[in-house]
């Protein structure tokens, strides 16, 4: 979590309250601390730097920065057409950066892998070995390939940084318009505080939406961001302007406004927050109260799939493997 953004649910000693999920371990602690994780985005070897990527990040923090004080400080609601395009990009990016994320990559990889060489069977790893990653294997390395990759999730897939930053840096340009092209409301509150967590941007499902249909991007009624203890950024529901205006017009801002505080509203944001929390929640230390006693369990599995077999049985889904190696 960018340190700047932290300093929004702190004191001015930039102290923060910290919740680790399931709840049983609270405390307090600088900002600074509780946006430690070394190396996350290192890239060892790049001619600029191994913290190259950081940089890149750090001067989009910056330029969010101004736009998030124009908002909580100064009161400045809509933005201008610029700040607006500054802070969607810098919403889509905070979306795709976090560990949520480069977990949710290692373990789509993992079960495809799991669901590849499980189809394949036993007397097709040699071959998939040879045909994925051009290696030649013996028996008992085959074997050790088959009983981690037909596990249950799949095999360990550890996802260097470099590929997790080719992924934001392919999907922002095509997400983006999935935050921007959505109208804004914001909610500034002056009795009651938001919380937030470590991934704070969480999507709200759409009640319409069919019982097996996931919540994504495209499909969420909304989006909620806590841009600080006092002030909530929503991004609401698209389907009332279709047909009506492009989503070009909507991302002008055009449509954005103020939406009125209230008891209700506040707690749709800590609710969605907590729901989306995958390890920690963070608070004001004068907010402890607002913080329940039962939490969710943390989360480690970021996808749900459903119709793959428990287990593979070694025989191949589809006849015979179509090769072998020796």
């Not at 908002?71 to 057409?81: C, H, K, N, R």
């Not at 047909?243 to 070009?248: E, L, T, Y």
């Not at 039962?294 to 889904?317: C, H, N, V, Y």
């Amino acid at each position: 979590m960018p340190n700047f953004y932290l300093k929004g649910f702190a004191t001015e000693a930039n102290q923060i309250g910290v919740v680790q999920l399931p709840g049983t371990r609270r405390f307090i602690q600088a900002t600074s601390d509780a946006t430690i994780q070394k190396d996350f985005y290192a890239i060892p070897g790049h001619a600029d730097g191994p913290d190259v990527f950081e940089k890149g990040l750090s001067e989009l923090e910056g330029d969010a920065t101004k736009i998030f004080r124009k908002i909580t400080d100064d009161g400045v609601w809509p933005l201008s057409q610029a700040d607006r395009e500054v802070l969607a990009t810098f919403l889509t990016v905070q979306f795709l950066r976090g560990p949520d994320q480069r977990r949710h990559m290692e373990q789509t990889i993992a079960l495809l892998t799991r669901l590849e060489v499980g189809a394949g069977g036993k007397a097709g790893v040699k071959a998939w070995a040879k045909r994925e990653h051009g290696l030649s294997v013996s028996p008992d390395q085959a074997e050790q390939i088959w009983n981690e990759a037909t596990q249950p999730g799949g095999p360990p897939i550890k996802l260097a940084p470099v590929g997790h930053i080719r992924q934001m840096l392919e999907l922002t340009p095509e997400l983006i318009r999935y935050f921007a092209a959505r109208p804004w409301q914001i909610y500034q509150f002056s009795r009651r505080s938001l919380l937030t967590c470590d991934a704070p941007v969480s999507l709200i499902p759409n009640q319409h939406a069919h019982g097996d249909e996931g919540t994504g991007l495209m499909n969420a009624w909304a989006i909620t961001v806590p841009l600080s203890r006092r002030t909530g950024l929503l991004l609401g529901d698209p389907e009332a302007l279709f047909g009506k205006v492009s989503g070009a017009e909507v991302s002008t801002g055009r449509f954005d406004h103020r939406g009125e505080p209230s008891t209700a509203v506040a707690r749709m944001f800590n609710d969605a927050t907590i729901g989306n929390a995958r390890q920690w929640i963070y608070h004001h230390p004068d907010d402890t109260a607002i913080v329940p006693e039962k939490l969710p369990e943390p989360r480690a599995m970021e996808i749900q799939t459903s119709g793959a077999p428990e287990q593979f049985s070694g025989e191949p889904f589809f006849g015979r493997p179509s090769e072998t190696a020796s």
